[in-house]
């Protein structure tokens, strides 16, 4: 039978080798303490496998040949509600009916208790077979595991540590339905006037005498918005200080909005509107949703104004999410390419065979794999943060050593989610567009019609680098969190480069050198961005008051005004942090799994030049494009003023 699993080596890499699944399991498990869950790695692994592998034959046998149907038939709006692909419908069906959406869900909620690390890499089979039922699907129990993640946030969890269970959760009824495949949920941040500028909402979340809540306002471009649960950032408190761009975020809260129920005579009461679905150029069979709020009754999650807070918590979550689609598109696309180039003959040989298109499908290869070894590191990270969190009551039944390893796993995993996220969404999804766009012109001609399907995976892939933070975002998050890491830990910055210059020479690893050396033009560029940032900042202390220096230069860093040049250049820089962050993920492989070293060389061989260049330019163009960009600036304002 047809796979997508197991025609896929390096995805298998990561189910049989490349994951310590044991460690996964041991959080997951509640450090073995579920009465009904497993209690060793081995046979926890067995039944990850099996279900990867029943997912893979899934999506080749029900949605590969459904793909071209879900984007034909599309989705509509009738009578104020979404009508889906009846295609779509039929592999979701098929989903159901193999308990697929209770994947990551606790045994004592409905679910199967499975990591959610194997939730995202049976997404990538889904994204590889059609992006908007991966789209879809990523809203079943993502959005399950958000609510439980909130509830044990907010502290309405109640753990049966004796047990090892969960003994009730807020949201555990919605949860429950969700695995049972009879609802799922979406996140309502975008409204007309407001998409990355999170102050600008206006959505309102209004408390009455009775302390009920309700939202009033519009939500624009939500995803599976037809769905019955929301979780909707609205404000509850106005800014303070109309002129600070950040102060909105501070009266922004977190919502669970129910809307709609479905009556037993069969008909449904809306709470909510659903007032539009939209027609995109690509995820044809995704439903994209205006939703109009008028009172509608809520829940607050949380405390009010902590809503910004709660929102980072669902979209680091989605941004993994965003990441696993655009390796499946990838991957999806390198394939078709590979597998018409060497059908495809032209002068005399198949055109794979031809220099210049063997190395565009080399390069396609060792991106894929690169962008697969940054999302699981990214998920895997992210997974054990928010689990280690969770089993924190358990943990703390236990020794103070087990505490303590616990305090120190939980800090390092952050640490480690934090880095990697932004660098995938950002990788993954520009990648997915650059491949799609080359299967496209591998194909030539034809390429350009409906019925290969490259230009199905072109449009489907242009709104990966937009949605849930676009590229530019993810840069700034990188970028600020690089450098303002260094302004705090100055020492330990020197330290790790002193360390990566002496394994440049030292190393009898000829591979570890290069890595090293890949790491250390890294740090120097971050080093010359923080050097001139910091000229900046001293220069202006004029104003300052001598004893406030040391509180200016070590706390009050404002990254919109104080790093202009590093917010110039946070693309280049974010595009050295991949080669970087990559090279290190495929070296750690390298050490463990030898036959991983072909990987590691491919992609250094194009990552040192890439990173060099880009050095030279982060390095000597700044100052002139500032100059032209202030230029312009002032000559605009004189404009305006005239």
Known sequence: MA?????????????????????????????????????????????????????????????????????????????????????????????????????????????????ILLYFLCGEMIARGDLACMNHFAFHGGMAMAALAYSVEEGTTKFDVGAGRIAST?????????????????????????????????????????????????????????????????????????????????????????TYDDLPDGTRKRYVALERVEEKLGHHGSVTASLAFERAPARLIGQRGQGFKYMLVLMNGARLGVGF???????????????????????????????????????????????????????????????????????????????????????????LARRFTPLLKYFATEKAVEIARRNMQIHGGVGYMREYGAEKLLRDSLVLPVYEGTSQIQSLMAMKDTLLGIIKRPQAFVTRMGQARWRAVSSRDPLEKRVAKLQTLSMSTQQFLVTRTAAGKIKSLADVPVGKWREVLTEQWDPKRDFALAMLHAERLTRILIDEAVAELLLEQAKAHPHRRD?????????????????????????????SLTAHANGAERAAAE
């Open 325 to 415: 689609e655009s390796v499946g598109l990838a991957e999806a696309a390198y394939r078709m390419a590979k597998a018409y180039a060497e059908e495809r003959r032209s002068m005399g040989k198949a055109i794979a065979r031809h220099e210049m298109l063997a190395d565009y499908l080399d390069e396609m290869r060792t991106d894929i794999q690169a962008m697969r070894a940054l999302g699981v590191a990214g998920a895997l990270n992210e997974e054990m943060s928010q689990k280690l969190k969770l089993i924190g009551p358990f943990a703390g039944n236990g020794s103070p050593a087990d505490r303590d390893r616990a305090k120190r796993g939980l800090a390092h995993h952050t640490a």
């Open 3 to 115: 796979s997508f699993l197991t025609d896929n080596e390096d995805l298998l890499y990561y189910l049989n080798e490349g994951v310590d699944w044991t460690a996964l399991a041991e959080v997951t498990e509640y450090g073995w303490r579920t009465p009904d869950g497993f209690k060793n790695g081995k046979d926890a692994k067995e039944f990850y496998s099996e279900v990867a592998h029943a997912m893979g034959e899934l999506v080749a046998d029900q949605l590969a040949p459904r793909a071209a149907e879900i984007d034909r038939e599309g989705t509509r709006l009738e009578n104020g509600e979404a009508v889906e692909s009846p295609s779509m419908k039929e592999f979701f069906d098929a989903l159901r009916g193999a308990d697929m959406h209770k994947l990551c869900i606790p045994r004592e909620l409905g679910g199967l208790n499975a990591p």
């Open 170 to 258: 807020r949201f555990g009824e919605e949860i429950a339905e969700i695995a049972r495949g009879d609802a799922w949920g979406c996140m309502d941040i975008t409204e007309p006037n407001a998409g990355s500028d999170m102050a600008a909402l206006r959505t309102r979340g209004e408390e009455d005498e009775q302390g009920n809540w309700s939202v009033t306002g519009q939500k624009i471009f939500i995803t599976s918005g037809h769905g019955k649960y929301h979780f909707v950032v609205a404000r509850t408190e106005d800014a303070k200080d109309p002129n600070d761009p950040f102060a909105g975020l501070a009266g922004l809260s977190m919502f669970f909005v129910k």
């Open 599 to 627: 990987v590691l060389e491919r992609w250094l061989d194009r990552a040192e030049l890439r990173s060099k260049a880009l050095h030279e330019e982060i390095t000597t163009t700044g100052d002139r494009i500032l100059a």
